[in-house]
């Protein structure tokens, strides 16, 4: 079946500008996990929601940094006014339920210039 | 989050078994232990869990110490395809995975 898929694959970003990513989770899976991954790091936990409902959001770094699930499924993380120290993969991942195993996404790659 | 301690890097022969240690000496009762592995270029891949038995799955085993500050992820016949880095997390119920820095296994043919 189909696995988690994110998009886009690659953004390109001005300083200051606005990003959306957006995660397309397992279908029917209940929960939904964002990271941020430096090259050469283990993934850095974000935020993660169980169906619509945001449980964790401890690693968003600051306000800057949001997510929503409304539906229940697809993600979106939003990154406001970018900046350089930004630039990572971020990556998506869910789960059948909490505390099972996690099916991560391709991630995207983020620049900001 | 309890903190687990793993060698920066391992070297393997094709074909041959990989014991992958982990220390976790601040574990407490109602964390698992988890491994995930990240392949070059792409996302972590889930290998096996355990809470206190050791555990079999088709891509590994986990023999989890008696007092459980330690953990052995094993493979059994290393191939090319197992080079990766192999994380040792873990995890309260219901919480999220932290990430260490991992062990970087090379295996050569």
């Known amino acids: 079946g189909a696995g988690v898929s994110q998009s886009p694959r690659y953004k390109v970003t001005k300083r200051g500008q606005d990003v959306a990513l957006r995660c397309d989770p397992i279908?029917?899976?209940?929960?939904l996990y964002w990271y941020r991954q430096a090259l050469g790091q283990g993934p850095e936990f974000l935020t993660y929601f169980n169906y619509e409902a945001q449980q964790d959001k401890s690693g968003l770094p600051n306000d800057r940094f949001s997510a929503e699930r409304p539906e229940g499924s697809i993600s979106t993380l939003t990154i406001q006014r970018t900046e350089q120290r930004d630039s990572a993969m971020y990556r998506c991942a869910s789960s059948a339920r909490d505390n099972y195993e996690q099916y991560f996404g391709p991630g995207t790659r983020l620049t900001v210039t | 989050d309890a903190k687990t301690t793993q060698p920066n890097s391992m070297e393997s022969n094709e074909e041959e078994p990989v014991h992958l240690p982990c220390n976790h000496s601040t574990i407490s009762g109602t964390d698992y232990i988890h491994w995930y592995r990240q392949l070059p270029s792409q996302g972590p891949e889930y290998v096996i869990h355990g809470l206190t038995s050791n555990v079999n799955n088709r891509m590994a085993s986990l023999a989890i110490a008696e007092d459980r500050k330690s953990s052995t992820l094993i493979l059994h016949r290393a191939t090319l395809r197992d080079a990766a880095v192999y994380y040792c997390?873990?995890?309260?119920?219901?919480?999220?995975?932290?990430f260490g820095a991992g062990t970087i296994l090379r295996v050569k043919s």
């Open positions: 279908s029917g899976h209940v929960s």
């Open positions: 997390i873990l995890r309260a119920y219901g919480n999220k995975l932290v």
